[in-house]
């Protein structure tokens, strides 16, 4: 069965980057989809960056229009790994980031997932950064 485990979280200062990296374990479908989602404290958790894809096929990627320039997704195959390259962090970027996955899966509809959250079945137990001076 599909596991997820986040890693990459931590202190940065206002204006500098993290990469966080999501290793996904258990697959046995040629494609499935990644989702980052993040709760930061008074509000409620959101998507802000899915990728769906398999060997062989380009990505479909979905990023959160707010946070749209300052961050990327990107898959590695080889090792089933997800990257989220966070730039330009500022305090409100602040919070807790979980790594999500699914393998069942289909369509290009990645924002529908993104947003909507539920039909990731795997989740890990998130990785906190904080953004402070």
């Known amino acids: 069965q599909l596991q997820v485990v986040e890693s990459g979280g931590g202190l940065v200062q206002p204006g500098g980057s993290l990469r966080l990296s999501c290793k996904v374990s258990?697959?046995?479908?040629?494609?499935?989809?990644i989702g980052w989602f993040r709760q930061v404290p008074g509000k409620e958790r959101e998507g802000i960056s899915c990728?769906?894809?398999?060997?062989?096929?380009?990505?479909?990627?979905y990023d959160k229009d707010a946070i749209m320039g300052r961050v990327s997704v990107s898959r590695d195959a080889v090792s089933d790994t997800v990257f989220l390259q966070m730039d330009k962090q500022n305090s409100d970027d602040t919070g807790t980031y979980t790594c999500?996955?699914?393998?069942?899966?289909?369509?290009?509809?990645?924002?529908?997932?993104?947003?909507?959250?539920?039909?990731?079945?795997?989740w890990g137990q998130g990785t906190q950064v904080s953004v402070s001076s």
């Open positions: 999500a996955a699914d393998e069942s899966l289909t369509g290009t509809n990645v924002k529908a997932w993104c947003v909507m959250m539920s039909p990731f079945s795997a």
């Open positions: 990728i769906f894809g398999g060997d062989g096929v380009d990505d479909r990627v």
């Open positions: 258990g697959i046995t479908q040629d494609f499935y989809a």
